[in-house]
């Protein structure tokens, strides 16, 4: 049973920088795996933000950046706003036709 | 306007069936995977199954499995969740997305979900 792991829970202060990861149980993220990263805020469907590890999908501001950070894909807001506020996703190719969320990230700006 | 519209949902008593369905326009359906993906009230995301174009190949969550069929009309541009033998367990907004490689993997767009609440 693969587990793709996420923080629960971050804070940042407006204008700051926070940098989210995606890892997995066992092993290390990798192109392969094809992670992509997804905002949702309450009540509305999730949104696209960066695929391919570190390309962003349109429209996406460029504060957000996606990089690999050791044996995790990562996901960088530079200068965080008010509305970055939401819960933040990513998403990996496991094989065999399977995909798996991670658990979430809620990330607060205060 | 590349857009997908799930319905279906609703309430349902357990051990019942419902099916779902997602209304593609503004893209070539039949040329792209198809995939469900649920969110259970207050908590994550989780794909649920996924149908090639021509529904020659189906994934599932291994919770899933023998209980949803997916299944895809390309005539009629729609993709369908057919749940059978639901449990509380089920409860969730159910999105359709369309996973898209183009450029890299990634599920975009989405629907805006339809709720399916199992309960007695």
């Known amino acids: 049973q693969t587990v793709v792991t996420q923080e629960p829970s971050f804070s940042v202060s407006p204008g700051g920088t926070v940098t989210l990861t995606c890892g997995l149980s066992s092993g290390s993220v990798s192109t392969s795996h094809y992670p992509s990263w997804y905002q949702q805020t309450p009540g509305q469907a999730p949104r696209t933000l960066i695929y391919s590890t570190n390309t962003r999908s349109s429209g996406v501001p460029d504060r957000f950046s996606g990089s690999t950070l050791g044996n995790k894909a990562a996901l960088t807001i530079t200068g965080a706003q008010a509305d970055d506020e939401s819960d933040y996703y990513c998403v990996l190719y496991v094989g065999s036709g399977i995909w798996v969320f991670g658990g979430g990230t809620k990330l607060t700006v205060l | 306007e590349v857009q997908l519209v799930e319905s279906g949902g609703g309430l349902v008593q357990p051990g019942g069936s419902l099916r779902l369905s997602c209304a593609a326009s503004?893209?070539?359906?039949?040329?792209?995977?198809m995939s469900w993906v649920r969110q259970a009230p207050g908590k994550g995301l989780e794909w649920v199954a996924n149908?090639?174009?021509?529904?020659?190949?189906?994934y599932y969550v291994d919770s899933v499995k023998g209980r949803f069929t997916i299944s895809r009309d390309n005539a009629k541009n729609s993709l369908y969740l057919q749940m059978n033998s639901l449990r509380v367990e089920d409860t969730a907004v159910y999105y359709c997305?369309?996973?898209?490689?183009?450029?890299?993997?990634?599920?975009?767009?989405w629907g805006q979900g339809t709720l399916v609440t199992v309960s007695s």
């Open positions: 503004g893209f070539t359906f039949s040329n792209y995977w």
């Open positions: 149908i090639k174009q021509d529904g020659s190949e189906k």
């Open positions: 997305a369309r996973p898209t490689s183009s450029g890299g993997w990634r599920f975009d767009p």
